[in-house]
């Protein structure tokens, strides 16, 4: 029985030792990647759909594409499956909450019910979801496929 105790300690450990190697490869290859999804999925669910009456918009300094204002994190569920999560951390100008939610839901923002942006949400229009959109850009793509195994290969893992 020593013998299979080791083993088993063994394999633990390599799990262990390939389960946090996959978390900082996720965290730190991959940031730059997810920055860029971010910032697409602003443009393509926000900007590109919606040109705003009631304030202007700080786009790359300051605004919903600026990197500096997201926050990133990855871990695993109960499943065992990575989940990354991705936050924009952009405030109203001036202001103490984070925008995000407002853009998405309408809550807590400006005169959410006098903007075209209700008017065309509440009449079938658009949504202005930029997280979900950026899950669907992102799940299953190759390029992050490849980041993963790059990074998995660069601390002497093999995927396949």
């Not at 946090?20 to 443009?43: A, E, G, P, R, T």
């Not at 300094?61 to 952009?90: H, I, W």
């Amino acid at each position: 029985m020593p013998v299979q105790d080791d083993l088993k300690k063994f394999n633990l450990e390599v799990m262990d030792r390939f389960l946090s190697d996959l978390i900082d490869v996720v965290k730190n290859d991959c940031k730059d990647y997810f920055v860029k999804k971010m910032q697409q999925s602003v443009q393509e669910a926000v900007y590109d759909e919606y040109e705003p009456t009631q304030y202007k918009r700080r786009t790359i300094k300051e605004g919903l594409q600026d990197p500096n204002n997201y926050k990133l994190d990855a871990e695993f569920d109960s499943n065992g499956r990575v989940c990354v999560f991705m936050k924009n951390m952009t405030r109203g100008d001036g202001k103490a909450f984070y925008i995000d939610e407002g853009i998405v839901t309408g809550k807590n923002f400006y005169d959410w019910k006098k903007s075209k942006a209700y008017y065309y949400a509440s009449h079938g229009g658009f949504e202005r979801d930029f997280y979900t959109y950026m899950e669907f850009i992102v799940v299953d793509d190759n390029e992050l496929k490849r980041l993963i195994e790059h990074g998995m290969k660069r601390k002497g893992w093999k995927i396949k």
